[in-house]
């Protein structure tokens, strides 16, 4: 599966982003599918996903995440951005569905990724 993330970009604080992540090759129906963002410097860290099922767990409470099967795009709506939320987001898809339990916040679980999208918030 190729993943296609999109909709990053200069916002002020306190503003709102809707990411996207679309996928081709095949369903994102049979994957569960994250979110990670990767500030300068930083490590890769985990930010939201959504599994097969249609739950969702999420690190921050102003970030939402949502699959759309028809359209095979999940995205992330991001609320009340702040300047430590500048990253470059990236989305991910795995078929792992068990593990420890925090499996699915692992870089490693995931076998697809998108090419990232920046997102710049001003202070």
């Known amino acids: 599966v190729q993943l296609q993330a999109s909709g990053g970009g200069l916002v002020q604080a306190g503003g709102s982003l809707r990411l996207s992540c679309t996928a081709s090759g095949r369903t994102l129906s049979n994957y569960i599918v994250a979110w990670f963002r990767q500030a300068p410097g930083k490590e890769r860290e985990f930010v939201a996903v959504t599994w097969n099922s249609g739950s969702t767990d999420s690190v921050e409470g102003r970030f939402t995440i949502s699959r759309d099967n028809v359209k095979n795009t999940v995205t992330l709506q991001m609320n009340s951005l702040k300047a430590e939320d500048t990253a470059v987001y990236y989305c991910?898809?795995?078929?792992?569905?068990?593990?420890?339990?925090?499996?699915?916040?692992?870089?490693?679980?995931?076998?697809?990724w998108g090419q990232g999208t920046l997102v710049t918030v001003s202070s």
């Open positions: 991910a898809a795995g078929t792992r569905t068990w593990g420890g339990s925090d499996y699915y916040t692992k870089v490693s679980t995931y076998d697809y």
